[in-house]
């Protein structure tokens, strides 16, 4: 199994600049991508802060981060 796909239990966050946390989310995909998991597994998901621009990706560290 895919250690990437399997369910997590925590949240990230990231401090912002006025002291507040913001928490971050999947990031969605336009339904017009066919198939996203199969991007995932290429190089972990994003995940972008529900308050600010930031974005993050988790992915194990053998593969390579996903390209926008």
Known sequence: MDRLHT???FRLQH???DGTWGTF?????????VDPERS????GR????T???EKVVVA???Q????D
């Open 7 to 9: 369910e997590l239990d």
């Open 15 to 17: 401090r912002h600049g």
């Open 25 to 33: 989310e999947p990031e969605p995909h336009s339904p017009s991508e």
């Open 40 to 43: 995932w597994s290429k190089g």
């Open 46 to 49: 994003i995940y972008a802060c």
């Open 51 to 53: 308050t600010c621009e």
């Open 60 to 62: 194990p560290v053998d």
């Open 64 to 67: 390579e981060p996903p390209v």
